[in-house]
């Protein structure tokens, strides 16, 4: 991992198209701006832990379980 000290107003460049500004410190906290290609996903960590993790649940479910599930929205969209 690198390690880097930065002040408000100063930056990172990661590649050719991504670049990682220190907008603000206050206290504990520090706002970050990041400016990256739209194509680029940019996460919180927290939100991509959770995001990792309900990849990992959704793929552990059985076929039988998608199946029924399957009929019973079918069914359901059916009566309505």
Request: net charge positive; hydrophobic share 35%; proline share 1%.
């Amino acid at each position: 991992m690198l390690v880097l000290t930065r002040k408000t107003g100063e930056g990172i460049i990661i590649g050719d198209d991504i670049t990682v500004k220190i907008i603000e410190t206050k206290g504990g906290a520090v706002r970050v701006g990041i400016d990256a290609p739209r194509s680029k996903k940019v996460y919180r960590q927290e939100i991509y832990d959770r995001i990792v993790e309900e990849n990992r649940n959704a793929a552990q479910w059985d076929i039988t379980d998608l199946d029924s599930l399957s009929v019973n929205i079918s069914t359901e969209k059916k009566s309505k």
